[in-house]
């Protein structure tokens, strides 16, 4: 990024500030060799370092280049492309003036949080524009990379010896050697039975395998990097630039298992990452408020995305999946009745339930049970989905709202229609009605309206069900959450 100033005593100059890879090859003079020595020594200790360089400007070079940036900007066609050419016949020719180094210390718990979310399935990708061997440093202090982790680099210093094919067939046999046909994706992230890898990739190095074919076709390197990554516990990207991180967002989320993407950021530059992502969410902090202002969610601190997710993230599928069978479930039980009514009354089009009934079904009779429920229903503490984050895997890969579940709340739908519909035909099957309305059985006995008994009965056990129905499958299915094997996990970024 540069930016350029006139000084009080009028002269021009333009400064440059960007990573030491974008810098150097672009200075011309300066203490080139000293600098990149300090940088690469003070990015393995895990800083965040920038260079800075400069160049004078004479009135004439000023003017040339207002000249350049106007005719670039107003461009009808390619104005990106001009634009780009344009900032790199200005940025050139600089003195180097120095570099920085700032200590970005991890947030809170965000080792534990990182942690949590790889045992609880979620796949977990760092995108940053750092250097690597700050990404690195920072990825062990968090987590993300553990001890036993094998690293496997795809950058440009390894591509210069290899080519880019030859690379990628290399880590493919590497990570497929012991997981054979298994790939990372049906195995927790934090597995103790293989070998954990760990992808670190650059910038230039994603821009090759982004690259279109001559023929405009995609490039059929796509699939070999995802095919790789699959296999790795953790991916981290390096020296990304802001668009490239949203086109690692956009490359997860229509891959062949079309998964749920999340992106959490904190800057201006997370933005485009945010705005790609299925669910976006940004941290408010000192990075401004660009990334809260595009996101779905805000937060506060990073920790809180534990919760958010593990905790707030589970009752709300677990309460909407239940909302969404339950609605289905009881119009089945309230029409199918209707629908077989029309065989005993001959087709006449005449209604089985009273107008009233019918109005106040879905706006009185059943609305409140599924409502407290869909507000206030914790199948499980928060202190135990806390403590156990693989409890997130009982709901992943959308568990509650497949067909078999569906097809099973249609079907005892239409079973309670049944028993509802034949139950008070067969017990008013031998009734005289009176002058008065009230209905006389053969022994004389006299009993409720015809049309309160039965539709009393219904609205109970239909009122009642989804409260049964919850606390067998509660009592049922989470005893044996944490011992029921892998679940595939969710991809998130």
Not at 166 to 186: A, I, M, P, Q, W
Not at 213 to 229: A, P, Q, T, V
Request: charged share 20%; net charge neutral.
């Amino acid at each position: 990024m540069s930016v350029i100033v006139k000084s009080a005593t009028g002269e021009i100059y333009l400064f440059c500030k960007g990573a030491d890879s974008s810098i150097f090859p672009r200075v011309i003079e300066g203490k080139v060799d000293q600098i990149r020595s300090r940088v690469e020594r003070n990015a393995v200790e895990g800083l965040r370092t920038l260079c800075v360089a400069y160049k004078r400007l004479t009135q004439e070079e000023y003017g040339g280049v207002c000249q350049l940036l106007q005719a670039a900007k107003v461009a009808l066609q390619d104005r990106e492309k001009k634009l780009a050419e344009a900032y790199e016949q200005i940025e050139k020719d600089l003195i180097l003036l120095g570099a920085t180094a700032v200590e970005d210390r991890l947030q809170e718990k965000a080792a534990d949080t990182i942690e949590a979310l790889q045992k609880a399935g979620v796949k977990v990708w760092v995108l940053t524009g750092d250097k690597m061997e700050t990404a690195a440093a920072t990825c062990y202090a968090c987590r993300l990379f553990r001890r036993d982790t094998q690293l496997l680099e795809l950058t440009t210093k390894k591509i210069e010896e290899q080519t880019l094919h030859d690379v990628l067939l290399e880590l493919s046999k590497t990570v497929l050697h012991y997981s054979g046909s298994l790939t990372r994706d049906n195995l927790s992230g934090l597995s103790t039975d293989m070998q954990d890898y760990g992808l670190i990739i650059d910038g230039a190095a994603l821009s090759l395998i982004m690259k279109p074919r001559e023929d405009g076709s995609s490039s059929n390197y796509r699939e070999l990097f995802l095919d790789i990554c699959r296999s790795c516990s953790a991916v981290l990207c390096c020296r990304m630039a802001p668009l490239q991180k949203a086109q690692i967002v956009k490359l997860i989320k229509f891959s062949k298992e079309h998964p749920i993407t999340l992106a959490i950021g904190d800057g201006a530059n997370d933005v485009s990452m945010i705005l790609e992502a299925h669910v976006g969410i940004g941290v408010i902090g000192k990075e401004g408020r660009q990334a809260a202002r595009n996101s779905d969610y805000a937060v506060p601190k990073f920790k809180h995305l534990k919760k958010m997710l593990l905790v707030h993230g589970h009752f709300y599928y677990v309460r909407i999946s239940e909302l969404v069978q339950y609605f289905f479930y009881k119009n089945v039980c309230f029409i199918f009745p209707q629908f077989l009514y029309q065989f005993f009354c001959g087709f006449s089009q005449q209604t089985l339930y009273d107008t009233a009934y019918l109005t106040l079904y879905n706006i009185s009779f059943t609305s409140l049970p599924i409502l407290l429920y869909s507000l206030m229903e914790q199948h499980v503490s928060i202190d135990v989905l806390k403590r156990d984050p693989s409890l997130y895997r009982d709901i992943a890969k959308n568990a509650l709202l497949r067909w078999r579940v569906f097809i099973y709340w249609t079907f005892l739908g239409v079973f309670d229609a049944l028993v509802f519909f034949f139950g008070a035909y067969f017990v008013f099957e031998n009734t005289t009605v009176t002058s008065n309305g009230q209905i006389m059985t053969t022994n004389t006995h006299m009993v409720r309206r015809l049309w309160v008994c039965p539709f009393s009965v219904f609205l109970e056990c239909i009122t009642n069900k989804i409260f049964l129905e919850n606390i067998f499958r509660c009592d049922s299915s989470v005893c044996f959450v944490s011992s029921s094997g892998s679940l595939p996990p969710l991809c998130s970024l």
